[in-house]
């Protein structure tokens, strides 16, 4: 009867875990992606990806007002093409702003045709959200958001850099050479000319507005939104939410040399001026959210010129190029990844994953690779573990005749079993190691299938599209056959169902010793919750999970053949002693 109690009381609390963990886990510890990816009628459709869109929807920043349609406004202002091999877009001759940004490498969704992934915007158009580079100054008239420049060229390029100029009417002469590479980076040289009668002081500025928050949310494990790195500490604790409670005092950070911008789970705008600046964030008067620096003042008498460089990157956070611009002197705008605690062992894990992904062609059959180096660098410490489980089952019997002989007398019982664990030779805890060494490799590829942009919608075979959202083919609506989607916590995928079934062979095959037969079979139900428990994870996880399930299989056939077990014959007096 109490074996009966403790076995309902364990599958209560059991279901009380799992559903706790479908509520509160996404709020702890986000899963994955959102789905892409749904099964109808037995085929794959690409879903629409609100995150695809970073800078969200709401009220321009720069001003408020009714939207507009954005191909309108673009039509509205004089612009220069932006054309590169991985940007399409334009800048807006008035205001001189980079406003019109789009992703050719990235896509909204996974279909085919889909559009490229938007990061600017212009005000007055949704998800208004736009880079430019200014000049603050008193008693000079400096440019501002509505002054028109004039363009030396009408398309800017890699190798086609332009020129756009502006001239006060005190004699001012202001000047932006806006450069750009194959990838994301611009490079913007400002000078002033002062060709006026009297001296002016001047300091540059440059800024990155928003119209709202990101999309993305912003989790104990990734970092979304406000963010710099000055004097190469990268700084994390900038929310949404403290520039929503400071309004127009915003935040300033200490001076030195960095970058500052917003940071997205995929994507990056980030301003790197020369020299020493003073960043800032702040909450705009139209409800935006505004990232700027301001460079140290410059007189300049009558006849003087000043200059100064800022780069601005704008796009993807690809692990390589943000490598080669940190090489070129932007100080570790890696950091915008927010790699975690396990640094130091993630980007080692990333870059052999990418090397394997280079060899092979898909990051499917590169996970599957990552998964055999673990394994055989794990060979010999799996094998002490097999060994170690072996000699408990082969003692069994001698356990189980002293638990009989003393089980008036528990302190000697655990004396006796301690002395007959040295006798054998044995480690009880040695089966816990491969599981302990395996959790950094786990979470880092855990981490690396959450924020890395390499893994964005990258195919493995046949139904699995992107390995970075759910598994979406699941048999509780007979894979799409039947019309309907399934709740949550019942959207179960064949990958998941998998990493159950071979997690329970591998339970049945290397079976837990000296445990009661309650707590056994508590345990045998693990497997069947841990099914909806990786449900929302990453394919990619669960492609990782089942396939080391599968060589963990492997291991222990081929141990069990080598070394077959042979009962033992208990040779302890198994009759009861009294204390």
Known sequence: MKDNRNMVLAIFLSALVLLGWSFLGPKVLPTAGPQTAQVRDGKIHALPQPQASPAGTGVPTAAAGALRVRADVLRSTPRIKIDTPSLLGSINLQGARIDDLRLVKQHETIAPNSAPVRLFSPAGAPGAYF?????????VAVPGPDTEWTASSRLLAPGKPVTLSWTNPTGQKFEQTVSVDDEYLFTVQQRVTNSGASAVTLRPYGFASRAAQSVDPSTWTNHVGPMSVINAKADYSTKWKTLDEAGDAGKTGESGSGWVGFTEKYWLAALAPTGNIAPSFRRTPAGGYQADYAGAPVTLAPGQQTSGETRLFAGAKEKGALDRYEDAGIPKLSKSIDWGWFEFFMRPIFGLLRWLFAVTG??????????????ALMFPIAQRQFQSTNAMRRVQPKLKALQARFKDDKPRQQQEMLKLYKEEKINPAAGCLPIFLQIPVFYALYKVLMVAVEMRHQPFLGWIHDLSAPDPMSPVNLF?????????????????ILVGATQWLTMKMNPATGVDPTQQQIMSLMPWFLIFVMAPFAAGLQLYWVTNNLLTLAQQAWFNYRHPIDAATAVIDAKPVKR
């Open 131 to 139: 880079a430019g580079f200014d000049w603050l100054g008193d008693a």
């Open 362 to 375: 898909n990051f499917g059959v590169a996970i599957i690779c990552l998964t055999f180096i673990v394994r």
């Open 480 to 496: 799409g056959l039947l019309d309907f989607t399934p709740p949550h916590i019942l959207a179960i995928g064949v990958l998941p």
